[in-house]
């Protein structure tokens, strides 16, 4: 199996010379990615599951060579089998031949014994006249009787020698027997050393199966964790890709360091076309007095060189904007109570009174729905204002699966009270209506966001003014995130005011298509969504 390399995409090194600026006295600093942590846990990951193979690479190492040793040890016990096949047969045969070696003993021992029982009968039973005389000068021989002697020697030589001969049979008899047990008891031995051998090697062969299925479960191991650091790797690569886009939207880009600015835009039918609202990264819908909206534009990784019509700020401002760390706020006036609250709050004063030289009038227009600025404008006076703030969503990258609970959506209505809006989804966004007509920007361009967050939320009573309603954006609520033709409904989280609210589903972020965003801030049961 080919050995796990750690690939180094291109575009990790250009995220390497991404982070990488000059600092102010011209020396490189490095800066931190923005997706660093998630990135070094999944190499952390890819690290483990790197040991993980190395382990069970030695462990199927170990395996095999138990494999070989039993191999070896079959192939011994084989040899031992055979030998004692061998010692067996030359066992049987040497049996075979001490037999045959006993029956010729046993017939040897015939020729003496059929002399001595002879001369016993002859001597004694058949009362043969001349051996009787024989043995009886025998017992009263005398020195001169010497014939009678040399009958006698005679006799008793071939009686003793018979004996002897019986003797030496019957010895040889005994020896042969002898060997005969021992013949046998040794292949009673080899017998049962190789049925031993035989069990040993069934045992050995019978552990072989186990022992590969073992290897087999490894491998296994070895290929699922190849393919989890094969989806590390992807995840990996997604991070690096989304470390080198906007964090705003998800768009490919580097990202603008500058601060948010947020502009405040009037949404009555007589304000019809604005212009800068295509080009806001995010753009919130909050209800003001008599049932109207209000529009928030807020930009940061994109200009547009004229937004308006700007108008007057409202109380449920800057608890809306004050987690994109200190924003700048553009605004054509405010009361006594709201504009005390902007100035409590981090806010950056970008509006019509701090900067009037950035705004103008559309003398083509009826005031108030006529005064414009330029966002490149407002942020020349904030250059050293260099960080990225705080994004209010996070995206998807290229190819990820949308979240487990995303149900397919055509659209959405929400009725705001006298504005009512509807977004209908065209393939590539989400085309907005705004009453009856079709909602175009000052170039004529249907305004069509990549997502539309419908978020729940109470409207509480304004104390800069009883008759105008404050949008309570903190605390937590229901949340519909329609986003590729479909729509995911989850929570929204906000718990203080100094971060952007978060947006869940069964415990799970959700994440955006990249593109730009726009947020209807909706009470309660005013919105309807189509499948």
């Given at each position: 199996?080919p050995r796990?390399?750690?690939r180094?995409?291109a575009?990790?090194?250009i995220?390497?010379?991404?982070?990488?600026?000059l600092?102010?006295?011209g020396?490189?600093?490095?800066?931190a990615?923005p997706?660093?942590?998630?990135?070094?846990?999944l190499r952390?990951?890819?690290?483990d599951q790197?040991s993980t193979?190395a382990?069970?690479r030695?462990?199927?190492?170990e395996l095999?060579?138990?494999?070989?040793?039993?191999?070896?040890?079959?192939?011994?016990?084989?040899g031992?089998?055979?030998?004692?096949?061998?010692?067996?047969?030359?066992?049987?045969?040497?049996?075979?031949?001490?037999?045959?070696?006993?029956?010729k003993?046993?017939?040897?021992?015939?020729?003496?014994?059929?002399?001595?029982?002879?001369m016993?009968?002859d001597?004694?039973?058949?009362?043969?006249?001349?051996?009787n005389?024989?043995?009886t000068?025998?017992?009263q021989?005398?020195?001169?009787?010497?014939?009678?002697?040399?009958?006698?020697?005679?006799?008793?030589s071939?009686?003793?020698?018979?004996q002897?001969?019986?003797d030496?049979v019957?010895?040889?008899?005994?020896?042969?027997?002898?060997?005969?047990?021992?013949?046998?008891s040794?292949v009673?031995?080899?017998?049962?050393?190789?049925?031993g051998?035989?069990?040993?090697?069934?045992?050995l062969?019978g552990?072989?199966?186990?022992i590969?299925?073992e290897?087999?479960?490894?491998r296994?191991?070895?290929?699922?964790?190849?393919?989890?650091i094969?989806?590390?790797?992807?995840?990996?690569?997604?991070?690096?890709?989304?470390?080198?886009?906007?964090?705003w939207t998800?768009?490919?880009?580097a990202?603008?360091?500058?601060?948010?600015?947020?502009?405040?835009i009037?949404?009555?039918?007589?304000a019809?076309?604005?212009a800068g609202?295509?080009?806001?990264?995010?753009?919130y819908?909050?209800i003001v007095e008599?049932?109207v909206?209000?529009l928030?534009a807020?930009?940061?990784?994109?200009?547009a060189?004229?937004?308006g019509?700007?108008?007057?700020?409202r109380?449920?401002?800057?608890?809306?904007?004050?987690?994109?760390?200190?924003?700048?706020f553009?605004?054509?006036?405010?009361?006594?109570g709201?504009?005390?609250?902007?100035?409590?709050?981090?806010?950056?004063d970008?509006?019509?009174?701090?900067?009037?030289q950035?705004?103008?009038r559309?003398?083509?227009?009826?005031?108030?729905?006529?005064?414009?600025?330029?966002?490149?404008?407002?942020?020349?006076?904030?250059?050293?204002?260099?960080?990225?703030?705080?994004a209010?969503f996070?995206?998807?990258?290229?190819?990820?699966?949308?979240?487990?609970?995303?149900?397919?959506?055509?659209?959405v209505?929400?009725?705001?009270g006298?504005?009512e809006?509807?977004?209908?989804?065209?393939?590539?966004?989400?085309?907005?209506?705004?009453?009856d007509?079709?909602?175009?920007d000052?170039?004529?361009?249907?305004?069509a966001?990549a997502?539309?967050v419908?978020?729940?939320?109470?409207y509480?009573?304004s104390?800069?003014?009883l008759?105008s309603?404050e949008?309570?954006?903190i605390?937590?609520?229901?949340?519909?995130?329609f986003?590729d033709?479909?729509?995911?409904?989850?929570?929204?989280h906000?718990?203080?005011?100094?971060?952007p609210?978060?947006?869940?589903?069964?415990?799970e972020?959700?994440r955006?298509?990249?593109?730009?965003t726009w947020?209807?801030l909706?009470?309660?049961?005013?919105?309807?969504?189509?499948?």
């Amino acid at each position: 199996m080919p050995r796990i390399r750690r690939r180094r995409s291109a575009l990790a090194t250009i995220l390497v010379g991404a982070i990488v600026v000059l600092g102010a006295a011209g020396t490189l600093v490095a800066v931190a990615g923005p997706y660093d942590v998630e990135i070094a846990a999944l190499r952390d990951g890819i690290d483990d599951q790197q040991s993980t193979i190395a382990g069970r690479r030695s462990h199927i190492a170990e395996l095999e060579s138990r494999l070989s040793t039993l191999d070896e040890e079959v192939a011994d016990t084989d040899g031992l089998i055979g030998d004692d096949d061998r010692e067996l047969r030359l066992l049987s045969i040497r049996i075979e031949l001490t037999a045959d070696r006993f029956v010729k003993v046993l017939a040897s021992r015939e020729a003496p014994s059929s002399l001595h029982r002879t001369m016993a009968v002859d001597a004694y039973v058949i009362n043969d006249e001349r051996m009787n005389d024989v043995l009886t000068q025998s017992a009263q021989l005398t020195s001169t009787a010497l014939e009678g002697v040399r009958h006698r020697m005679l006799y008793d030589s071939v009686i003793r020698e018979a004996q002897r001969r019986i003797d030496l049979v019957d010895a040889a008899m005994r020896l042969t027997a002898r060997e005969v047990v021992t013949l046998r008891s040794l292949v009673a031995e080899a017998a049962d050393r190789q049925d031993g051998a035989r069990e040993a090697r069934d045992q050995l062969i019978g552990s072989q199966p186990a022992i590969q299925a073992e290897i087999a479960v490894t491998r296994t191991v070895i290929a699922e964790a190849e393919a989890t650091i094969t989806g590390l790797e992807a995840e990996i690569l997604a991070f690096e890709r989304m470390a080198v886009t906007r964090r705003w939207t998800g768009i490919q880009g580097a990202d603008a360091g500058r601060p948010a600015l947020a502009v405040k835009i009037d949404n009555v039918t007589r304000a019809h076309p604005q212009a800068g609202l295509n080009q806001a990264d995010v753009v919130y819908e909050e209800i003001v007095e008599g049932g109207v909206t209000r529009l928030v534009a807020v930009f940061q990784s994109t200009s547009a060189n004229v937004v308006g019509p700007v108008r007057s700020a409202r109380t449920s401002d800057p608890p809306l904007l004050e987690g994109f760390d200190r924003p700048l706020f553009a605004y054509s006036g405010a009361n006594r109570g709201t504009r005390d609250q902007l100035r409590a709050s981090p806010l950056v004063d970008a509006g019509y009174d701090a900067h009037d030289q950035d705004y103008w009038r559309d003398r083509k227009r009826r005031a108030p729905h006529n005064l414009y600025t330029d966002t490149d404008r407002l942020w020349a006076h904030h250059t050293d204002r260099t960080d990225v703030p705080p994004a209010p969503f996070v995206y998807r990258y290229p190819g990820q699966e949308l979240h487990r609970s995303a149900e397919k959506a055509a659209g959405v209505s929400v009725d705001f009270g006298l504005t009512e809006v509807d977004y209908a989804w065209n393939g590539s966004g989400w085309a907005r209506t705004h009453g009856d007509r079709a909602h175009n920007d000052a170039d004529g361009v249907r305004v069509a966001p990549a997502n539309v967050v419908v978020q729940f939320i109470r409207y509480g009573r304004s104390l800069a003014d009883l008759r105008s309603p404050e949008a309570i954006s903190i605390g937590t609520g229901d949340a519909w995130i329609f986003t590729d033709g479909h729509v995911i409904r989850g929570q929204w989280h906000r718990p203080d005011a100094s971060m952007p609210a978060t947006f869940t589903a069964d415990g799970e972020v959700i994440r955006l298509a990249p593109g730009r965003t726009w947020v209807a801030l909706a009470k309660k049961d005013t919105a309807i969504w189509r499948d």
